[in-house]
């Protein structure tokens, strides 16, 4: 990570996401709509690739099928598909969108 990277917000990143991450970068973003209290598609994405248990010690969204429609498991398929291609670069890119200042 270069020190430009560490110096972006949370919406230069989102703005310009690496070709990689992409469809991570927009489900995060879609994932702005909702309350965060209740989950998000983005905190099922955490969730799924083990992300909240490794840093948490649990899983953030406890019922997801309360969180996703038909659009919703969409996006986070893409978001999937591409952590399955580049996992530690899309963590990466996660981690820090995650950490970014609005």
Do not use: C
Not at 94 to 101: D, F, G, I
């Amino acid at each position: 990570m270069s020190n430009s990277d560490e110096t972006k917000t949370l919406w230069q990143l989102l703005e310009s996401p690496p070709a990689y991450a992409k469809a991570t970068a927009n489900l995060l973003e879609w994932s702005m709509n909702y309350d965060q209290k209740a989950g998000t598609p983005f905190q099922v994405f955490l969730d799924l690739v083990g992300h909240s248990e490794e840093n948490l010690g649990e899983n953030l969204v406890p019922k997801p099928q309360q969180v996703l429609g038909h659009l919703e498991i969409s996006m986070l398929a893409d978001a999937l598909e591409e952590y399955s291609i580049r996992p530690q670069d899309v963590l990466e890119y996660a981690e820090q969108m995650l950490n970014a200042p609005e």
